[in-house]
């Protein structure tokens, strides 16, 4: 069993910054594909952002690309989510996800989901 937790999250101002860490424990995901996903409310969770096992490859979704970075450090078994030039409609409650394979941007077949950290942009 793998458990993810997040953290990072709070309130920030537009144009701003945050940074989400995901911590595995239970077992080491550096073989794992891992995500970031959000859910704004009154929405259906969407895709954010992927990134595979090596941090090679990575995969984003059109609103956050060219402000949001993925990365990964797997000696420390963690996920990270670099977010700048924040906007309102970037408020949601981020989760991280885990799986073992290859990555994709779908908001299912991932085995392991966080609790989620709130991430609050105002204007």
């Known amino acids: 069993q793998v458990q993810l937790v997040e953290s990072g999250g709070g309130l920030v101002q537009a144009g701003g910054s945050r940074r989400l860490s995901c911590a595995a424990s239970g077992r080491t995901v550096s073989s794992y594909a891992m995500g970031w996903f959000r859910q704004a409310p009154g929405k259906e969770r969407e895709f954010v952002a992927t990134?595979?096992?090596?941090?090679?490859?990575?995969y984003y979704a059109d609103a956050v690309k060219g402000r949001f970075t993925i990365s990964r450090d797997n000696a420390k078994n963690t996920v990270y989510l670099q977010m700048n030039s924040l906007k309102p409609e970037d408020t949601a409650v981020y989760y991280c996800?885990?799986?073992?394979?290859?990555?994709?941007?779908?908001?299912?077949?991932?085995?392991?989901w966080g609790q989620g950290t709130q991430v609050t942009v105002s204007s």
């Open positions: 990134i595979n096992w090596s941090g090679g490859a990575t």
């Open positions: 996800a885990a799986r073992p394979g290859p990555v994709t941007i779908a908001t299912r077949g991932w085995d392991y």
